[in-house]
């Protein structure tokens, strides 16, 4: 190891050498780092441990993880022929993008750790946000977690032991004793800072071990067990524990006067062996509480609960965009392909595409179909995800003038088709000096016309406000798997600014401009002009979204819905 290397360089660099010892008691390590030189300089220390080693994908198959028939080569073949799949043989499994993991494929990596069959998993997380980690199911059965988003390219060097002394630490590691008194005392600290999986003071414990069996120890003493919790319980913890007060100097010095003058000789001849260090003695509690708490990150709290936050369902038969699947939604056309243990075969296109060709194939005799692997035809479904309809209304004194009542009951209208539909909506209000979220994403249709019934009306236009809302919704809708949708109803005279000042030529400029960004995130959605005399403004208002402009100066209220809905199902 380099000297000056900093703190978490260190202990990233011991926690790998560990896990060359003892991959399967382990389990593996989470890396999070983006991509730069200090991730190329861990992931080249990582090919440097004398480990077999296989990189895998996020979108790894049934059939490449754990082998299957291949149906194509046994078919043309006529005989079963297996593909073996990459769990066959043991290694140190290297995930990129784990942040990325899907949860089926982060379930069956997890049953291949829990097999015990000389596997362990790294994990390369790139996530951006706190909230953008692995699987947690994966998380929890890896001892480590190491973070180099701080560290500089000229902190950090690759450093691990030589082969030859992973493989004496290896044979070392047999001979070590369990340490029962240190598995309690690491079950202890667990609860201390709200760690509640029974796999962390396990982890710890071979973590202890391991680090023991690099150094030569004949035992795993205090340091071993304070290293190893330091470098598995931090990433876990959910909570700051509460040290005890330090007791008064004078009442320390007091007892010890007393017991001084109580028993001289006795406290002489037993100076030696309270001095004396004990390696099977656990630690005491607030010396390894206070050396992991320090190593707590920033924000635990909020960190704790961003991770812990369900993510919204991705899955849906709404009227937002298409995804194309092999499970589940409407059927499309078969399409030729590999089956990879995800895809389903479709038998009938399979036949239908080799029937043409059995008087050319060759039967040897037989009278069974031939069937060659470009004639197996694959299942195909199609599937909508959830649509988010936001309503951006204006309800500026203009307006409250022109149509605002209508422009109501065609919301109204629209929120009850919207209900039917199954979809989410949203609604946004903009009047005097800026615009309120009224309704935030729900499916709730007694609250949203409630909300809408109580919109007053009067003030200035800041139309680039009410956008701005709409915007940050959209934006918001397509994290959680909804496609974006908006309908919004103006007159399109915008006279407040962005930044609540007054004037129609910035207050339409800065319209437009929020109206282009608003184009890169909404998939659907019109402009109904409100207005009884149309104008160029909802024209080029519609243009910079990219969607259509609708004109009805003198429609009632169905009138108005009926338009929406033919611009957003178009």
């Excluded at 309120?436 to 249709?445: A, F, I, V």
Aim: glycine fraction near 8%; aromatic fraction near 2%; charged fraction near 25%.
């Amino acid at each position: 190891m380099s000297t000056g290397a900093p703190l978490a360089w260190t202990r990233t660099m011991r926690a790998m050498a560990a896990l060359a010892v003892d991959p399967v008691g382990l389990g593996g390590l989470t890396l999070r780092a983006r991509a730069g030189p200090v991730r190329q300089t861990a992931e080249a220390t990582l090919a440097r441990l004398p480990l077999p080693q296989r990189r895998i994908h996020p979108d790894l198959s049934d059939t490449q993880l754990f082998g299957g028939i291949n149906i194509a080569t046994s078919l043309a073949e006529g005989r079963m022929v297996r593909d073996p799949g990459l769990v066959e043989t043991p290694a140190l499994l290297i995930l990129p993008m784990a942040e990325r993991c899907p949860p089926g494929l982060a379930a069956r990596l997890g049953q291949v750790l829990d097999s015990q069959a000389g596997h362990a998993l790294v994990l390369l997380d790139e996530g951006a946000e706190p909230e953008e980690a692995a699987p947690q199911g994966l998380l929890d059965r890896l001892a480590f977690h190491v973070d180099l988003s701080d560290l500089r390219w000229a902190e950090v060097a690759a450093t691990v032991p030589p082969p030859a002394e992973i493989d004496s630490a290896r044979a070392h590691l047999t001979a070590l004793p369990r340490p029962d008194a240190a598995l309690e005392t690491l079950t202890a600290l667990a609860v201390q800072f709200g760690i509640d999986s029974l796999r962390a003071p396990i982890l710890a414990l071979a973590a202890a071990r391991a680090l023991a069996a690099l150094d030569r120890a004949d035992t795993v003493d205090q340091a071993h067990v304070a290293e190893a919790a330091e470098l598995v319980y931090p990433a876990r913890a959910t909570r700051r524990p509460e040290l005890p007060p330090p007791e008064a100097e004078d009442e320390a010095e007091v007892d010890e006067t007393a017991a001084e003058s109580k028993a001289p000789q006795e406290a002489d001849s037993q100076d030696d062996t309270d001095t004396a260090p004990n390696p099977e003695q656990p630690p005491p509690d607030d010396m390894l509480i206070e050396a992991v708490a320090a190593l707590l990150p920033d924000g635990l709290l909020a960190l704790a609960a961003g991770r812990s936050r369900a993510r919204a369902a991705q899955s849906g038969s709404g009227a937002g965009a298409r995804r194309h699947g092999n499970r589940i939604g409407r059927p499309l056309p078969a399409r030729p392909g590999h089956p990879d243990g995800r895809a389903r075969i479709d038998v009938i296109a399979t036949l239908r595409a080799a029937a043409p060709w059995q008087a050319l194939r060759p039967r040897h005799g037989t009278d069974r179909i031939v069937i060659h692997p470009g004639d197996i035809r694959l299942r195909r479904y199609e599937d909508r995800s959830d649509r988010l309809i936001i309503f951006a209304v204006d309800a500026s004194g203009s307006a409250a003038m022109a149509r605002l009542a209508e422009a109501k009951g065609a919301v109204e209208l629209l929120l009850g088709q919207a209900y039917a539909r199954r979809d989410h909506v949203a609604l946004v209000a903009f009047r005097g000096a800026g615009a309120d979220t009224l309704l935030p994403p729900t499916r709730s249709l007694v609250q949203a016309k409630r909300r809408l019934q109580a919109l007053p009306g009067g003030g200035g236009t800041p139309l680039a406000a009410g956008l701005d809302a709409a915007a940050h919704l959209a934006a918001q809708a397509r994290i959680h798997g909804l496609t974006p949708a908006i309908a919004l109803l103006t007159d399109g005279r915008a006279n407040i600014t962005l930044d609540g000042a007054v004037g129609r030529a910035r207050a339409h400029g800065d319209a437009l401009r929020r109206a282009q960004y608003l184009r890169t995130l909404v998939a659907q959605g019109c402009v109904i002009d409100t207005s009884r005399r149309p104008g160029t403004e909802t024209t080029a208002l519609a243009a910079a979204m990219g969607v259509t402009c609708i004109t009805l100066p003198r429609a009632d209220a169905h009138r108005i819905s009926n338009g929406i809905t033919a611009a957003l199902d178009g």
